[in-house]
C-alpha cells in the first residue's frame, strides 16, 4: 500500500502557496502586528477564494465538507507563509465546534461568512484558576468562549503580551450564553483537538520555510572564503532538522485520518507534539546559522521564528499533550 498525497492535494497546496507568496504576506504579517488588518484580511480573502477557510465547513452551510487530510494540506502552506489572524479559529475549530452541536442553528448561521472570508471567528477555552485568552478579538467579527458546559459570545477585556506581535492575545469573558448543555463540552473537545491538529500542520509548513531559508543563507553566505553551507557542522545541524520534519509529518498526516476514531485526542497530540519540537529546532538551527542578522525583527525570518514560538503552546503545552499521550497509552483517558 503507498501512502501519499494525491495529485490532487499537491496540485492544491502549490496553488494555495502561490496564492499567498504573490500577496505580500510578511508585510501583510506586520501592518497586523502594528494594528492594521487590512492587508491580512485581504490575504485571508484569497485564501478564501481558492476554498481554504471552506474545508471544514459542511456544504448545507456553504462550505467544502472535506477530509482532515485536506485541512492540513492547506495548514501547512498557511503556516508556511506565516500568515496571519485566527485561522485556525476560523477555519477549522469553529466549524468544528458548531458543527458537532446538537443543534445546527448557531452553524447556519455563522459559518457561510467563515467560509467566505467574509467574517473572521475566535475563540477561547475557560480554564479555573487562570484568565481566559483569544486571539485577535480585537478583529474578529466573532468571539466565542467555551466555558465548562456553555458556549457563550464573549467580549474582550484587555491585551496579553505574546511572543508574537503578530498575535494579537486578549483576555475575554462571557457575555451571552449561546448554547447549555452536556453536548457542549463534547463538541468543545472536538474542536480543540481540530484546532491543534491545524496548528501541528501550520508548524510543519513553518519548520519547512525556515529550513529552505537557512539552508538558501548558508548556500549564499561566506566565511574563509567559502559558503558556510559547505562546512559539515552546518550541513549536519541542517541534516538533523531535516530529519525532524519528515519525522514529524507522517504523525500529522495520522491525526488527520484518524479524527473520528477513539485514539484522536492521542494522535492529534503527539503530532503537535512532534511538529512543535521539529519546528522549534528549525528555529534554533536558523539562528545559528544566520547569526545576529537572524535576531533582527526588520528580516523577514523574524516572522517565523516568533510564529513556532507561540504556536508551540497555542493549543496546548508540550506537557499537556505528552501527558493526554501517556493517558491514552495507560488506558486511562
Do not use: N
Not at 519548520?207 to 574563509?224: D, I, V
Amino acid at each position: 500500500m503507498r501512502f501519499a498525497l494525491s495529485p490532487e492535494h499537491l496540485d492544491f497546496g502549490a496553488s494555495l502557496r502561490k496564492s499567498l507568496d504573490s500577496g505580500r504576506t510578511p508585510a501583510a504579517v506586520r501592518a497586523w502586528a502594528g494594528g492594521d488588518p487590512r492587508p491580512g484580511r485581504e490575504l485571508i480573502g484569497r485564501l478564501a477564494e481558492s476554498g481554504a477557510l471552506g474545508l471544514a465547513v459542511e456544504e448545507k452551510h456553504g462550505g467544502l465538507g472535506a477530509e482532515s487530510i485536506d485541512l492540513v494540506v492547506a495548514f501547512q502552506e498557511i503556516g508556511r507563509a506565516a500568515a496571519p489572524g485566527p485561522v485556525v479559529e476560523t477555519a477549522a475549530a469553529i466549524p468544528a465546534l458548531l458543527q458537532a452541536l446538537p443543534d445546527d442553528t448557531l452553524a447556519a448561521r455563522w459559518l457561510p461568512g467563515f467560509s467566505e472570508g467574509a467574517t473572521l471567528g475566535t475563540l477561547g477555552f475557560a480554564a479555573p484558576g487562570r484568565p481566559t485568552v483569544a486571539l485577535d478579538a480585537d478583529t474578529a467579527d466573532v468571539v466565542l468562549l467555551v466555558d465548562g458546559d456553555k458556549l457563550c459570545t464573549a467580549r474582550r477585556t484587555g491585551p496579553v503580551r505574546s511572543v508574537d506581535p503578530a498575535r494579537r492575545l486578549f483576555q475575554v469573558s462571557a457575555d451571552e450564553v449561546l448554547v447549555e448543555g452536556d453536548g457542549v463540552a463534547d463538541a468543545a473537545a472536538t474542536a480543540f483537538d481540530i484546532g491543534a491538529l491545524a496548528a501541528s500542520a501550520q508548524l510543519l509548513g513553518a519548520g519547512r520555510a525556515l529550513l529552505h531559508a537557512t539552508t538558501e543563507y548558508a548556500k549564499q553566505r561566506k566565511q574563509f572564503g567559502r559558503p558556510i553551507g559547505e562546512f559539515q557542522a552546518v550541513k549536519q545541524k541542517l541534516a538533523d532538522v531535516l530529519i525532524g520534519l519528515d519525522l514529524a509529518e507522517p504523525l500529522v498526516f495520522r491525526a488527520a485520518l484518524t479524527t473520528g476514531a477513539s485514539t484522536r485526542g492521542r494522535d492529534v497530540s503527539a503530532a503537535l507534539v512532534a511538529a512543535g519540537d521539529a519546528a522549534y529546532a528549525a528555529a534554533r538551527a536558523a539562528l545559528q546559522v544566520h547569526g545576529a542578522i537572524g535576531y533582527t525583527a526588520e528580516y523577514d525570518l523574524s516572522l517565523w521564528l516568533t510564529k513556532v514560538t507561540a504556536l508551540r503552546s497555542a493549543w496546548g503545552t508540550a506537557d499537556l499533550h505528552r501527558a493526554r499521550i501517556a493517558d491514552s497509552l495507560r488506558g486511562t483517558a
